[in-house]
């Protein structure tokens, strides 16, 4: 029986996913596949390295710091990204709150990260690295459109996995996983709408067309995804974590207290649902 574990992203929001896996992880389950999408796959390393809470210290501790994020940042010719790039990703886990690059490279699975791809508008699959002091494919899948400069991993460009894939639970199916759990960032009942900052993204991006197109589709092929998703549940193929509420938390959300409750809120969730899990898990 192989299980797996899929994490949607939702910038700060993944909080609450980062919560359902510190209790996942305080109830002794680890998943044999894991897949995240931007912060979800930011945030799931830490479940891969057996690390709980350690995303909540990084994000009470960083919200309202303007190295972590901030116009600031977007505006520096040199980081060309709302969140400060070298502080995220560099200084943080490899000074401030040490991430434990030894304990993840003692995972005994396999760890992808989801990244869309500006050539061809669709997902690619990208195995992270266990001891990337740079974090560059956990960049590479965060960096939201305008808001991120562009990545370039063997050759592709590459930006936020969430326009291609933004819940690879067919992935995950594709990968061998008999039984998968799936954490989303949003409630049951969400439906995404078109972005309203289309007229930019066509304008930024024209070089990329299918990537243009994907965005312009991507509020409908999520959407149809989730329901499909909801419907596999229904079939007993998956079993999906979502919030109840996501608490007004923000994709840039400074808010301390507002970013714990909504970790309590995904931690609360897996807590109740342990042997539930347990027993999807096992059958």
Same mark, same amino acid.
């Given at each position: 029986m192989k299980t797996? &574990?899929?994490?949607? @992203?939702?910038?700060?929001?993944? !909080?609450?996913?980062?919560?359902v896996c510190d209790g996942l992880?305080?109830?002794?389950?680890?998943?044999d596949y894991f897949i995240g999408v931007s912060a979800g796959a930011a945030y799931g390393v830490s479940y891969l390295s057996r690390q709980p809470r350690r995303n909540l210290e990084v994000v009470t501790r960083f919200a309202p710091d303007r190295r972590y994020m901030g116009m600031r940042n977007l505006a520096d010719k040199k980081n060309q990204s709302y969140?400060?790039?070298?502080?995220?990703?560099?200084?943080?886990?490899n000074e401030l709150v040490p991430f434990d690059y030894d304990?993840?490279?003692?995972?005994?699975?396999?760890?992808?990260?989801?990244?869309?791809? &500006?050539?061809?508008? @669709?997902?690619?699959?990208?195995? !992270?690295?266990?001891?990337?002091?740079?974090?560059?494919?956990l960049q590479a899948t965060c960096a939201m459109p305008l808001m991120f400069p562009i990545y370039h991993i063997n050759g592709q460009p590459y930006l936020d996995g969430g326009v291609g894939d933004a819940i690879p639970w067919r992935r995950a199916l594709e990968q061998g996983c008999d039984r998968v759990l799936v954490v989303l960032t949003r409630p049951r009942e969400y439906r995404r709408r078109p972005d309203k900052?289309?007229?930019?993204?066509?304008?930024?991006?024209?070089e990329y067309p299918n990537f243009v197109a994907a965005m312009e589709q991507r509020a409908q092929a999520y959407n149809q995804d989730r329901e499909e998703l909801f419907r596999a549940e229904r079939e007993g193929r998956l079993l999906v974590i979502a919030p109840r509420s996501t608490l007004g938390v923000s994709r840039t959300e400074r808010n301390t207290e507002k970013l714990r409750l909504l970790w309590a809120a995904g931690y609360q969730d897996a807590v109740d649902r342990l042997e539930e899990i347990q027993d999807f898990f096992s059958r």
């Open positions: 797996g &574990l899929v994490l949607e @992203g939702g910038a700060l929001r993944a !909080i609450f996913s980062s919560g992880l305080e109830g002794g389950i680890m998943t969140f400060g790039l070298e502080f995220s990703y560099q200084t943080i886990p304990a993840f490279q003692a995972y005994p699975g396999k760890a992808e990260a989801v990244v869309t791809n &500006l050539n061809t508008g @669709g997902a690619d699959y990208l195995e !992270i690295p266990r001891q990337d002091r740079e974090s560059l494919v900052l289309l007229p930019l993204v066509r304008k930024k991006y024209r």
